[in-house]
């Protein structure tokens, strides 16, 4: 069952009673209480099992560990907070300039780990459009650290191959 909420600043929401705006909302399944009840247990589990903590320290420990992934030739930048987290890949890593768009290497490491049995999701055309590839690195909240570690060695593996086949 879906559930939405709108959250805006004040400011914003003054502007939209100043001029008048309507701001109308209602479905079929407008406040369902299914989809309530629901919703209330998610947020109870994520507050038991401390799961903005494991976040916060875990996805530190990530980070940290895809830092490592800089030593390869075709990763150019990582970056993230939290357990959001992605990297870049790169031809040069002095200039920073993208691989052809038609080797869809991030579709070519995604094979790679997936033939691993690591399901990340490759990003492509974030150059201008067109060009460029990156990977997302999401994991679940519930992840833990010999679980990043797991998934740092597929990666590495996934990265030694893929360079391989792209020199």
Request: with cysteine.
């Amino acid at each position: 069952m879906p559930i939405a909420a709108t959250i805006a600043k004040e400011e914003i929401w003054q502007a939209i009673e100043e001029n008048k705006i309507p701001f109308l909302a209602g479905h079929t399944m407008n406040q369902n209480p299914v989809s309530c009840a629901g919703s209330l247990a998610v947020i109870k589990y994520v507050e038991e099992h401390r799961l903005l903590e494991n976040t916060q320290q875990v996805g530190k420990y990530l980070l940290d560990r895809l830092q490592e992934l800089l030593a390869f030739d075709i990763v150019g930048d990582v970056r993230g907070k939290g357990l959001m987290c992605g990297f870049e890949f790169v031809k040069d890593k002095k200039t920073k300039q993208p691989f052809d768009a038609a080797l869809k290497v991030s579709v070519a490491y995604e094979q790679e780990c997936v033939q691993r049995g690591l399901a990340l999701f490759a990003c492509t055309g974030c150059v201008e459009g067109v060009a460029g590839d990156m990977m997302l690195v999401t994991p679940p909240l519930i992840i833990t650290r010999q679980q990043v570690d797991e998934m740092i060695d597929i990666m590495k593996e996934s990265l030694t191959a893929l360079q391989a086949r792209l020199k």
